[in-house]
């Protein structure tokens, strides 16, 4: 599938094979023979495209890319540092860091018998399997699907079931709705995420970006009792942004100081008339 997923990755972002060459450290010639499948890559060159490409080196080598249709190739590809490439004449190959947020990343969806986009539910239980799944439409296949008119046709959107009760007043077994960010570095700080990584799994927090100074984020909670912590951006597979949510808990109202004194009135009444019996 080399070829053909080298061939498809370039168009998809209307790369010339001289664009492609230099983005990969080779020979234009080489781009062109290994598209036409007269030459195979080295192991050096497989590493950078795989990197390049944001995907694994096994989906690399067996998965037809061209052929999912429901398939699309997100981001633009980071320009690398000559230096950090391998080459096919490089016998150790030191593979190359993508640019924070910049990197190539696949997005799979499924899509209704009117060719619209489905909301693939990710409930708790399957939270662990999406990890390995989400680049995968066949795995998204299987998971529960349906419809929110009131959302904007843009964007491609996804709802995940949480757990625990770091974002309280939103109780744990709430489905968050998030629209996908393809461009990390234009998330605004506080913005509530569902931050999908390679570290800590599918956790929804407020995302503070601190690409250019330290390519992470900070993930808040909304409850205090729990602490924020980073997460570098390489750990990073997705992030969604917190559009709607879905939970069959209705929140407490909080009672106000006037509610409170009315509440300390009445129980004083009440034990004046029993004084009285």
Excluded at 18 to 37: C, D, H, P
């Amino acid at each position: 599938m080399i070829n053909t997923n080298l061939k498809f990755c370039r168009r998809e972002l209307a790369l010339t094979q001289a664009q492609m060459a230099e983005k990969l450290g080779i020979k234009r010639s080489l781009v062109g023979a290994y598209e036409e499948g007269r030459a195979e890559p080295r192991i050096a060159t497989l590493v950078n495209m795989a990197r390049l490409f944001g995907i694994t080196l096994d989906q690399l080598v067996t998965t037809d890319f061209s052929k999912k249709k429901n398939t699309k190739i997100i981001g633009s590809l980071p320009q690398p540092d000559p230096n950090a490439l391998a080459t096919d004449a490089d016998d150790n190959p030191e593979p190359p860091t993508p640019a924070a947020g910049g990197k190539l990343r696949v997005l799979a969806f499924t899509v209704d018998k009117d060719q619209n986009e489905n909301i693939e539910l990710v409930p708790q239980k399957a939270a662990a399997g999406y990890l390995n799944g989400y680049a995968d439409r066949e795995y998204l296949e299987v998971l529960p699907k349906f419809r929110l008119p009131m959302l904007s046709n843009t964007g491609t959107y996804r709802a995940f079931e949480i757990a625990g009760d770091s974002m309280l007043p939103i109780a744990s077994g709430t489905v968050i709705v998030g629209r996908y960010v393809e461009d990390w570095s234009s998330i605004k700080d506080g913005t509530p995420c569902i931050v999908v990584s390679s570290r800590d799994g599918i956790v929804f927090k407020r995302v503070y970006n601190k690409l250019r100074s330290g390519s992470m984020f900070v993930l808040h909670s909304d409850n205090p009792h729990f602490s924020p912590y980073d997460v570098q951006a390489d750990d990073v597979l997705e992030i969604w942004e917190a559009k709607s949510y879905i939970s069959s808990t209705f929140p407490i109202a909080e009672l106000s100081l006037e509610r409170v004194a009315s509440l300390v009135l009445d129980l004083q009444q009440q034990v004046a008339l029993l004084k009285r019996a």
